[in-house]
């Protein structure tokens, strides 16, 4: 046991309830991968979204890591949640989508919500989970220089030490002003397997990245550089799905302009945007989105599995530090 009480054992009990196994296996220098719950509650429509989720459970634990999904459940913050949680998220209509601001007040009222990447990254790292998998993040919108709409996913990643696993940013954004202010925000990107920058449904967004790496070895070097640097931010590692697995882009840049069109039309603003357009997408491509979709979410949380026990098998592996 270490002087120093690890960020799990510091978590006040009133406010969070850690899963057993998740708290294990961060004590034991374990690998866990954290996971949001924005994805099951309000990015994938029912029954799939208890399927997927419970897939992506299965998927990090094959491959020697422990799941934390993450999510507020009638005002207490989980860190892993146990099949009855995960069927809550699911199918709850009070479930909420929460983002880093909402957090307090949901949780002094006791309210229950899905953690979005902004909420799901800043409670990870209270616990000392430092990779977390998910989607797509949330960007700078289209038409933003309008309707100033960037999600808060990217200024959460600036200031939030984590290793997000994720396939870019989704398709339905301002991709070249995403990754512009990515570089502002000092928010590091890393290409896996690959030096294009991928665009969600889509392997190739039409940019390409500074950094590529072709192992979870190579990710767990640059996770440890980063600790001894002391980098504040949270480094993005975009793995593209492989051509063949890819929405097609024809039909993905058809549905995306009717998207649009429909989301200006009904006046759909703030956090409603992300989750109308990509309902939009699964019933305009009668569920082939939904099985990219899924792929994407499968694939990222196996390679985030993989990059966490890389991690945990490095031998520095000291428990991270968070400022009280
Ligand atoms: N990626 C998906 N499905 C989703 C999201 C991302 O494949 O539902 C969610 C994530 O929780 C992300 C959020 O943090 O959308 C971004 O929403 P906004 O653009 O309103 O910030
Ligand atoms: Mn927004």
């Not at 009222?109 to 977390?132: N, P």
């Not at 072709?214 to 996770?223: C, K, L, P, R």
């Not at 302009?257 to 989301?263: I, N």
Request: hydrophobic content about 40%.
């Amino acid at each position: 046991m270490s002087a120093v009480p690890l960020p799990v054992d510091r978590l006040d009990p009133e406010v969070f309830e850690v899963h057993d196994e998740v708290a294990t296996a961060l004590r034991e220098g374990g690998a866990v991968v954290a996971l949001e719950s924005t994805i099951i509650s309000h990015g994938l429509p029912r029954p799939e979204n208890l399927r997927v989720a419970t897939e992506v459970e299965d998927i990090v634990r094959s491959r020697g890591a422990v799941p934390a999904t993450i999510a507020v459940i009638d005002g207490r913050v989980r860190v892993g949640l146990d099949e009855d949680g995960l069927d809550q998220v699911a199918h709850r209509d009070d479930i909420v989508k929460v983002s880093s601001r909402d957090l307090s007040t949901l949780v002094a009222r006791r309210g229950s919500g899905a953690t979005t990447v902004a909420a799901t990254s800043h409670i990870a790292h209270l616990a000392g989970i430092e990779v977390f998998a998910t989607g797509g993040l949330g960007g700078v919108h289209r038409e933003a220089r309008d309707s100033w709409d960037e999600s808060a996913d990217l200024g959460a990643l600036s200031v939030t030490p984590v290793t997000v696993v994720c396939a870019g940013v989704k398709s339905i954004l301002d991709v070249t002003a995403t990754l512009e202010r990515l570089e502002t925000l000092n928010v590091g990107v890393l290409g896996y397997g690959s030096s294009r920058f991928p665009g969600f449904y889509l392997s190739d967004s039409g940019h390409s990245v500074d950094w590529s790496v072709d192992s979870t070895e190579a990710v767990a070097d640059i996770m440890r550089a980063r600790r001894a640097l002391d980098i504040p931010s949270a480094l993005v590692v975009a793995y593209p799905l492989p051509p063949d697995a890819q929405l097609d882009p024809d039909l993905h840049h058809e549905v995306l302009e009717e998207g649009l069109r429909r989301a200006e039309a009904r006046n759909i603003t703030g956090k409603d945007v992300t989750p109308f357009l990509l309902d939009h997408f699964h019933r305009a491509t009668h569920g082939a989105s939904l099985v990219v979709n899924e792929q994407i979410i499968v694939r990222n949380s196996e390679l985030a599995a993989r990059i966490a026990t890389s991690r945990a098998a490095d031998t520095e592996v000291a428990p991270p530090v968070v400022s009280p």
